[in-house]
């Protein structure tokens, strides 16, 4: 049988260890769903953490469609 080889983490870039405040952001929205708070409604998605680490944690770098609220 062959073993699964464990994938290799790429490190996290300089400018995506700084976390996003999605609260700033003009695509996050609270959600009614008490086990998925957090949207975006720019990549479609609820989760229970903050969409920005999320992204981070998953894309090994920051949010590129962030946008400050107005």
């Known amino acids: 049988m062959e073993k699964?080889?464990?994938?290799?983490?790429?490190?996290?870039?300089?400018?995506?260890n700084k976390i996003i405040d999605c609260h700033k952001c003009e695509h996050y929205y609270v959600?009614?769903?008490?086990?998925?708070?957090?949207?975006c409604k720019a990549i479609g998605f609820k989760s229970k953490r903050l969409p920005s680490i999320v992204v981070r944690d998953n894309s090994y770098a920051k949010c590129l469609l962030y946008?400050?609220?107005?």
């Not at 699964?4 to 995506?16: E, F, I, T």
């Not at 959600?31 to 949207?39: I, L, Q, V």
């Not at 946008?67 to 107005?70: G, L, V």
């Open 31 to 39: 959600t009614w769903d008490k086990d998925f708070p957090h949207g």
């Open 67 to 70: 946008k400050n609220k107005n």
């Open 4 to 16: 699964h080889k464990k994938c290799a983490k790429r490190p996290l870039s300089k400018n995506s």
